[in-house]
């Protein structure tokens, strides 16, 4: 007991360890979104049971465009660098994002996005789609 005393002593004594050495936290937590509804109002919604969470990344070189397609289930995106244009088809709405920007894509409505800006977009994207199911684009015919 008197070792485990001294060694939390000695820790707590240490500048920068585990508290900080008042200049700089050893950690910083930054809210980047807090919603409960897609970018055009829908309510989030995922599968009922099971999922299965894909990442992919994605760069899109300046001028692509993609092609309209629509996500059967909840699709999630981080804008990593570039800026970003999406068109709900479906609502007429525009959305354009830029680095830092977190997007909770629309459910089920077609819509394309495409880059409008000098650099390439990066993105990170996050899919929550039913156990067993990667496939989460489906392009309009």
């Known amino acids: 007991m008197r070792r485990l005393c001294l060694s939390l002593a000695a ?24 919603t409960a509804t897609t970018a055009s109002g829908q309510p989030i919604a995922l599968p009922a049971g099971p999922v299965t969470v894909g990442v992919s990344r994605y760069v ?3 001028g692509a465009k993609l092609p309209v397609h629509k996500h059967p289930s909840q699709r999630y995106a981080y804008v990593q660098a570039g800026n970003l244009t999406v068109y709900d ?40 789609t039913p156990a067993g199911t990667t496939v989460n684009t489906v392009t309009k015919p």
């Open 11 to 34: 820790v707590c004594l240490l500048p920068g360890i585990a508290w900080g050495d008042g200049a700089r936290k050893p950690v910083t937590v930054t809210p980047i979104l807090s």
């Open 60 to 62: 899109i070189e300046p």
């Open 89 to 128: 088809v479906d609502t007429g709405q525009r959305f354009d994002y830029k680095p830092g920007d977190f997007i909770v894509e629309v459910l089920d409505q077609w819509h394309y996005g495409e880059n409008t800006g000098a650099v390439p977009v990066e993105l990170l994207v996050i899919d929550q």
